[in-house]
């Protein structure tokens, strides 16, 4: 069964800093890139940044460029997002999601909040 689990959410002020982590099941992790949404409420979701199987590759959203930062560690299964200088607008619900298809991912987790406060 394909698993994502997150977690590392919270609650932070503005120009905190958190590290959301999510933990796959092996065969997705050893074989799927990966990537970290978010969703505020209202508006709809919008991919933060992901990264790649082999090369490990990373992409960005340009509000999170220079802030945020993915990574995947093969030895635990899990994919990181190092979040630095959170402000307000980064308040979302963030999911981790496998397996790119031509439009969007095969496999999503449940999401952990991530709430900044000024």
């Known amino acids: 069964q394909v698993q994502l689990v997150e977690s590392g959410g919270g609650s932070v002020q503005a120009g905190g800093s958190l590290q959301l982590s999510c933990v796959a099941s092996?065969?997705?992790?050893?074989?799927?890139?990966m990537a970290w949404y978010r969703q505020a409420p209202g508006k709809e979701r919008e991919l933060v940044s992901d990264?790649?199987?082999?090369?490990?590759?990373?992409t960005y959203a340009d509000s999170v460029k220079g802030r945020f930062t993915i990574s995947r560690d093969d030895a635990k299964n899990t994919l990181y997002l190092q979040m630095n200088s959170l402000k307000t607008d980064d308040t979302a619900l963030y999911s981790c999601?496998?397996?790119?298809?031509?439009?969007?991912?095969?496999?999503w987790g449940q999401g952990t909040q991530v709430t900044v406060s000024s």
């Open positions: 999601a496998a397996c790119r298809t031509p439009t969007s991912y095969n496999y």
């Open positions: 092996t065969f997705i992790f050893s074989s799927c890139a």
């Open positions: 990264i790649t199987l082999r090369t490990r590759t990373t």
